[in-house]
């Protein structure tokens, strides 16, 4: 696997690209040069039209809660430590009867390996017929006092419990990494390092998210 290190780290950040699948209604991702070399410039810069919630991404509460935090203000120890992978069978959605029995109250942070990881998801259209986090599953996670949780695709609930699931998980400051690629990645337990770019006022923020496998 190209994306290991010779530390064992395992990059499962997804690329951002010109033109690469987005949520609906967000801004396209353009991603050009401003100034070349090639073109007799002194030196090649890029420039950068995205969403906040663009590929690879972290959720701060202020994405569905009023007056919630935002990215420059959640604890970054969230999204640093022991993560456990969870693998998925159901092909529609996370239930509560599949993960209840799998995550303990030691299980601060999980990251949901579902049939999404299949195909290259984030080189494709963008479907609504993704795996996702069902409602009274992310009740369970809150009651469990989970503190991060990731998922692979763009957003860790579905087109009809979107504005529930988010409520419920970032209500609780539950912080949600989405579009993970996990498609080399198996279920067990991991360091993780998740650290989005801090943007004053911002909702989300594309992040770097890397795991290295405990053994």
């Given at each position: 696997?190209?994306?290991?290190?010779?530390?064992?780290?395992?990059?499962?950040?997804?690329?951002?690209?010109?033109?690469?699948?987005?949520?609906?209604?967000?801004?396209?991702?353009?991603?050009?040069?401003?100034?070349?070399?090639?073109?007799?410039?002194v030196a090649n810069v890029t420039y950068m039209q995205?969403?906040?919630?663009?590929?690879?991404?972290?959720?701060?509460?202020?994405?569905f809660i009023d007056k919630g935090k935002d990215i420059t203000t959640i604890a970054l120890n969230r999204l640093m430590g022991k993560v456990k992978v969870i693998e998925i069978q159901n092909p529609y959605e996370i239930t509560l009867s599949e993960i209840k029995d799998k995550i303990?109250?030691?299980?601060?942070?999980?990251?949901?390996?579902?049939k999404n990881s299949q195909s290259d998801w984030f080189n494709k259209k963008f479907t609504e017929n993704f795996v996702y986090l069902a409602t009274d599953a992310a009740e369970f996670l809150k009651e469990k006092g989970v503190l991060t949780i990731g998922i692979d695709y763009l957003?860790?609930?579905?087109?009809?419990n979107g504005i529930e699931v988010h409520r419920i998980l970032l209500g609780e400051e539950i912080f949600i990494i989405e579009g993970l690629d996990l498609?080399?990645?198996?279920a067990g337990n991991y360091e993780m390092i998740c650290l989005p770019l801090k943007i004053k006022n911002s909702d989300g923020s594309p992040a770097r998210v890397l795991l290295k496998p405990i053994l």
């Open positions: 696997m190209s994306n290991i290190n010779s530390e064992g780290w395992i990059d499962i950040t997804i690329d951002i690209r010109d033109g690469m699948l987005h949520w609906p209604g967000d801004h396209d991702v353009k991603i050009g040069k401003s100034l070349t070399i090639e073109e007799g410039g995205l969403s906040a919630h663009t590929g690879t991404h972290v959720d701060a509460p202020l994405h303990t109250v030691s299980d601060e942070r999980i990251i949901f390996k579902t957003s860790i609930a579905g087109m009809a498609r080399f990645i198996e």
